[in-house]
């Protein structure tokens, strides 16, 4: 089954550094999400990008697409001590299934002031 | 902004009983799920629904888990009799097509 799994597993960096994130699923897929989780709390939606989509841009974030390699990329810039969490992808597959996302374990970013 | 919110925020309960975990999912959203978390793993797809039915289920939902939109707002899950491996942060979410928004969870402690 398809499944997102994201590296590294921790990043530690500096305040106004750039942190990326990479994350590689199996198996076709619709979309790919980005989401971030404070420790013990919610998962905040951050980004979609659909597969026939390669760059999407939000505020800090840029998210890639890669769907030969059937990986994503998530680069925060100018990375601020708020930007401390876990941040998660999250696949759909392409077999019209509409929910089950489909989480990796997450890389876990510390950002030091 | 709209969010989707859930209750209680923490739920302790005995091995054995049932819970039922609420969620008011977004209002103008159509499609609704519930996740798991078990402490330091990944959130697992338990369930999606739409149009007043089961769309999808995962192989943790078994006979123990069912769903529920009981009025035009709340959507509720039950766990008939809860096993300690049950203890999880359970996220409810719901979406217009893709983007899935989450609740903040309900933390389920099974003694």
């Known amino acids: 089954s398809q499944q997102g799994e994201e590296d590294p597993q921790a990043l530690s960096i500096q305040e106004g550094e750039n942190a990326t994130m990479n994350c590689s699923y199996k198996?076709?897929?619709?979309?790919l999400q980005w989401y971030r989780q404070n420790s013990g709390r919610g998962l905040v939606h951050l980004i979609l990008?659909?597969?026939?989509?390669r760059e999407k841009h939000s505020g800090r974030l840029r998210v890639t697409l890669d769907t030969s390699k059937k990986s994503s990329s998530l680069l925060i810039t100018a990375s601020r001590a708020a930007d401390t969490a876990s941040y998660f992808c999250?696949?759909?597959?392409?077999?019209?299934?509409?929910?089950?996302?489909?989480f990796g374990k997450g890389t876990k970013l510390s950002v030091k002031p | 902004e709209p969010e989707v919110t859930q209750t209680p925020s923490h739920q302790v309960t005995q091995m054995g009983q049932e819970v039922i975990l609420r969620c008011v999912p977004i209002?103008?959203?159509?499609?609704f799920y519930w996740y798991r978390q078990i402490l330091g793993q990944k959130v697992e797809f338990l369930v999606s629904?739409?149009?007043?039915?089961?769309?999808?289920k995962s192989e943790i939902f078994d006979d123990q888990f069912s769903v529920e939109r009981p009025d035009g707002s709340n959507f509720t899950l039950k766990i008939r009799s809860t096993k300690l491996e049950d203890s999880a942060m359970y996220f409810c979410?719901?979406?217009?097509?893709?983007?899935?928004?989450f609740g903040p969870g309900t933390r389920l402690t099974v003694l």
């Open positions: 979410a719901s979406s217009q097509v893709y983007e899935q928004f």
């Open positions: 198996t076709s897929i619709n979309n």
């Open positions: 990008i659909r597969s026939n989509e």
């Open positions: 999250a696949t759909t597959g392409s077999g019209g299934s509409q929910g089950n996302l489909i």
């Open positions: 209002s103008n959203h159509l499609y």
């Open positions: 629904f739409y149009n007043n039915e089961i769309s999808e």
